[in-house]
């Protein structure tokens, strides 16, 4: 006969054990609760992705695989090969979206110029999700002077235009920042890391300062768990799905900010690298003999924007906070 699984009061009593913390009976109270019929069940079921959230995740992940395997698709050099006698010319065969004004292929420059943007865009969000986000949870936690202190720098961040700073950023940054020379993907993507770390910052010291003061939390004060474990093994998790939401609406923030510092001269350098804000750029002395240009590189961005903008919400609404165990 199987022995009888151990009570969520046992399980709890053992690991808290395990990691020398004293075992009460508040805690055993505490995991009574947890352990009433019907509401771990309650909490585990989750809201599936409707028919919107399947197609934008399609999009993505069909724009991801392109811009990766683009080196290796059967597409035209969008640098190196050009035809000037085919410029400006519509869709026709074997060049299914056109010419641009340097004969170069369309379907060729928007697979490439996918690659950019998208490095621009995941890369910046990616670190300021971690350098914001841990700043935000550690002034969300510790409040006090430090509280203070984080808070007031991510108020003066914000208080600062985005496109102005992440402008000034990249002239830093750069050697030389002109309309024909641009700048280099990496200058980019720093000018707008820094630009999103204090957005994410207020998003996670937020969430923190409320999670911060919940009684499981506080339990795990009182029985002595170091600041380091209440925030890796409490507040965090409840504070990740927040950031997440955030971090991918940045993203698609992000990819459109690459496209207005490519209009502002700031962008990725067009004549070693093609982005999707830079093929609009150079589309705009052509908007009324090939409109085009503009419509395909825009119809690229508008497509991966709303997706990652559903996906957020979607994210948000699948995966429901839950409180950790002290």
Not at 193 to 220: H, K, M, N, Q, Y
């Amino acid at each position: 006969m199987p022995e009888p699984l151990p009570s969520p009061a046992e399980e709890l009593a053992t690991e808290e054990a395990r990691e020398g913390l004293p075992v009460d009976a508040g805690t055993r109270e505490i995991a009574a609760v947890v352990a009433v019929p019907g509401v771990t069940a309650a909490r585990r079921r989750k809201k599936p992705f409707g028919i919107g959230a399947w197609f934008a995740l399609g999009w993505l992940v069909f724009v991801i695989g392109i811009a990766l395997l683009a080196p290796i698709l059967p597409l035209k050099d969008p640098i190196n090969w050009s035809d000037p006698a085919l410029k400006l010319q519509g869709p026709q065969w074997g060049h299914l979206l056109g010419l641009d004004q340097g004969g170069h292929d369309m379907l060729s420059l928007l697979v490439w110029g996918a690659r950019p943007s998208l490095v621009i865009g995941f890369g910046s969000i990616a670190i300021g999700f971690v350098v914001g986000g841990t700043f935000g949870l550690i002034a969300g936690y510790f409040r006090g002077f430090i509280g203070e202190l984080l808070g007031g720098l991510f108020d003066i961040m914000l208080a600062i235009p985005a496109v102005i700073l992440a402008l000034a950023i990249v002239a830093a940054t750069s050697a030389s920042v002109t309309e024909n020379t641009g700048s280099h993907i990496t200058n980019v993507t720093i000018a707008l890391a820094i630009v999103s770390v204090p957005i994410l910052g207020r998003i996670t010291r937020a969430s923190a300062l409320s999670w911060s003061d919940r009684e499981f939390v506080l339990a795990a004060r009182a029985q002595g768990a170091s600041h380091f474990r209440i925030l890796w093994r409490e507040i965090l998790p409840n504070v990740l799905p927040a950031m997440f939401s955030i971090a991918v609406l940045g993203i698609a923030v992000a990819i459109v900010a690459e496209g207005a510092l490519a209009i502002l001269g700031a962008g990725v350098n067009a004549a070693s690298t093609p982005s999707w804000g830079n093929i609009i750029v150079g589309g705009q002395s052509s908007l009324s003999d090939a409109g085009y240009i503009v419509i395909e590189a825009s119809i690229a961005i508008f497509l991966t924007v709303l997706s990652l903008n559903h996906l957020g919400d979607a994210l948000r609404a699948r995966f429901d906070v839950q409180e950790a165990r002290i």
